[in-house]
Nanobody
Framework: QVQLVESGGGLVQPGGSLTLSCAAS????????MGWYRQAPGKQRELVAV???????NYADSVKGRFTISRDIAKKTVLLQMNSLNAEDTAVYYC???????????????WGQGTLVTVSS
């Protein structure tokens, strides 16, 4: 069974920084794309950033220039470095992995359990 385990959420003051981490556990051979999504109270889940196996990245306009996504292919991890945080960044952040290959099957999509980021003074 493949799982995504997230860490790094918490409370931060406006203008501060946080780094989220997500690691895939289980007998994973490869993962095509990994990314981060977020869901604020009363809003739909939205894409924050995604990175392909080749290193291509895509960011939501609202986080461009402030957030940086990176991944370690061998360790099957993805990081989200978040700088200049503001109240609008408050949300539950979810890790996502697309097209996850194991020895026995292909998972089209796997989600983490979510980690809460609160930006407040």
């Amino acid at each position: 069974q493949v799982q995504l385990v997230e860490s790094g959420g918490g409370l931060v003051q406006p203008g501060g920084s946080l780094t989220l981490s997500c690691a895939a556990s289980g007998s994973v051979l490869s993962i095509d794309a990994m990314g981060w999504y977020r869901q604020a109270p009363g809003k739909q889940r939205e894409l924050v950033a995604v990175i392909s196996s080749g290193g291509d990245t895509n960011y939501a306009d609202s986080v461009k220039g402030r957030f940086t996504i990176s991944r370690d292919i061998a360790k099957k991890t993805v990081l989200l470095q978040m700088n200049s945080l503001n109240a609008e960044d408050t949300a539950v952040y979810y890790c996502n992995a697309a097209r996850v290959w194991t020895r026995s099957k292909l998972y089209l999509e796997i989600w983490g359990q979510g980690t809460l980021v609160t930006v407040s003074s």
